[in-house]
T-cell receptor
Framework: GQQLNQSPQSMFIQEGEDVSMNCTSS?????WLWYKQDPGEGPVLLIA?????ELTSNGRLTAQFGITRKDSFLNISASIPSDVGIYFC????????????FGKGTRLSVIA | GAVVSQHPSRVICKSGTSVKIECRSL??????MFWYRQFPKQSLMLMAT?????????EQGVEKDKFLINHASLTLSTLTVTSAHPEDSSFYIC????????????FGPGTRLTVL
C-alpha cells in the first residue's frame, strides 16, 4: 500500500531557529497535505499542495510539492514556542474525497 | 469554514459498556466522513469510511460489529464502540471533505476514550 516516510522523527530547536522536515513516498500523490496536531487535539490543516513543483506559504510556513509528486518539504521560519506539536504529512489514497494516508509525524520541541 | 466538531471530547466508561461518539460538519454537508484511531505516540490509522444513507466500509482488521457507524444525515456520523474493553482505549478522530471530490480533509478535535 501507499506509505509516507517522514523525517526526522523528532527535533529539538532553539526559539528563533528555522526548521525543515520532509516526506517521501514510493507512490505518486495528486495532493499533498501538511497538518499540525497539538496534544489532545485533532490535526489542523496547515498547507495543501495540488500541483507538482508548487511552492506555497502560510505565514512563517512554506511547503513545496516535489516535481515527481513523490516528496514534499515543510519549512518553519523563526520558530516560536507555539510551534511545538506533531507535524504530519498526508495524502489521499485516491482522488475525490477519499481517506488519507499519514506519515508517522515529526515531533517538534522548541526551547525558549 | 470547514469546521468539524466531535462530542464528547473525552469519555471514561466501564468495560462491557457501549459508547457513542458523534461527528458533525458544522458549515458544510458531508456525504462521506472518515473515522480514524490514534494510539499514543503513533500516527492516525483509518478505521472506516462512513457513507450517508448506506453502509460504512471498514478497513481490514476493524470489526464492523464492534464499531458501529451510522451516517443518517449529511452533517452527522456516529461511531458506537460496543462492549468496550480496555484495549479499545484510544483517541478517535473523524474527518470530512468540505465538497464533493475534495482531496483536503478537515478533522474534528477528537474523542479520548478510556475504558476501565
Amino acid at each position: 500500500g501507499q506509505q509516507l516516510n517522514q523525517s526526522p522523527q523528532s527535533m529539538f530547536i532553539q526559539e528563533g531557529e528555522d526548521v525543515s522536515m520532509n516526506c517521501t513516498s514510493s507512490s505518486i500523490f495528486n495532493t499533498w497535505l501538511w497538518y499540525k496536531q497539538d496534544p489532545g487535539e485533532g490535526p489542523v490543516l496547515l498547507i495543501a499542495l495540488y500541483k507538482a513543483g508548487e511552492l506555497t506559504s502560510n505565514g512563517r510556513l512554506t511547503a513545496q510539492f516535489g516535481i515527481t509528486r513523490k516528496d514534499s518539504f515543510l519549512n518553519i521560519s523563526a520558530s516560536i514556542p507555539s510551534d511545538v506539536g506533531i507535524y504530519f504529512c498526508a495524502g489521499p489514497i485516491s482522488s475525490g474525497n477519499t481517506p488519507l494516508v499519514f506519515g508517522k509525524g515529526t515531533r517538534l520541541s522548541v526551547i525558549a | 469554514g470547514a469546521v468539524v466538531s466531535q462530542h464528547p471530547s473525552r469519555v471514561i466508561c466501564k468495560s462491557g459498556t457501549s459508547v457513542k461518539i458523534e461527528c458533525r460538519s458544522l458549515d458544510f454537508q458531508a456525504t462521506t466522513m472518515f473515522w480514524y484511531r490514534q494510539f499514543p505516540k503513533q500516527s492516525l490509522m483509518l478505521m472506516a469510511t462512513s457513507n450517508e444513507g448506506s453502509k460504512a466500509t471498514y478497513e481490514q482488521g476493524v470489526e464492523k460489529d464492534k464499531f458501529l457507524i451510522n451516517h443518517a444525515s449529511l452533517t452527522l456520523s456516529t461511531l458506537t464502540v460496543t462492549s468496550a474493553h480496555p484495549e479499545d482505549s484510544s483517541f478517535y478522530i473523524c474527518s470530512a471533505g468540505d465538497r464533493a471530490g475534495a482531496d483536503t480533509q478537515y478533522f474534528g478535535p477528537g474523542t479520548r476514550l478510556t475504558v476501565l
